[in-house]
């Protein structure tokens, strides 16, 4: 049984930085990919960052570019997110996917496991 459990989230003004975090447990557990997607109401689920486990490439939507930074340690995935906006606010979720990809992945339907989620809110 694989589990992904987020946290760190929270509110913050405009300008602000917040760290969120996701722990991976399970039994032989290697996953190729790591990301945070996030998805606020009424919009799509959308990649925000992903990491390749294996040599460490990434992706960032251009929204967040300069501003967001994901990165890794050995079963623990973490989101830096700077200079916070308003349009940041949604649910922020991690996931991990357990088989190789031609690039990087930035579709959700491409990863096998989901946390729960945990919500950032950025007021003006």
């Known amino acids: 049984q694989v589990q992904l459990v987020e946290s760190g989230g929270g509110s913050v003004q405009a300008g602000g930085s917040l760290r969120v975090s996701c722990v991976v447990s399970?039994?032989?557990?290697?996953?190729?990919?790591m990301a945070w997607f996030r998805q606020a109401p009424g919009k799509e689920r959308e990649a925000v960052a992903v990491?390749?486990?294996?040599?460490?490439r990434t992706y960032y939507a251009d929204s967040v570019k300069s501003r967001f930074t994901i990165s890794r340690d050995t079963m623990t995935q973490y989101l830096q997110m700077n200079s916070l906006k308003p349009e940041d606010t949604a649910m922020y979720y991690c996931?991990?996917?357990?088989?190789?990809?031609?690039?990087?992945?930035?579709?959700?339907?491409?990863?096998?496991?989901w946390g729960q989620g945990t919500q950032v809110t950025v007021s003006s």
């Open positions: 399970g039994t032989d557990y290697s996953p190729y990919y």
């Open positions: 990491i390749a486990i294996g040599g460490g």
């Open positions: 996931a991990a996917r357990r088989s190789a990809y031609s690039g990087l992945p930035t579709r959700h339907h491409e990863y096998d496991y």
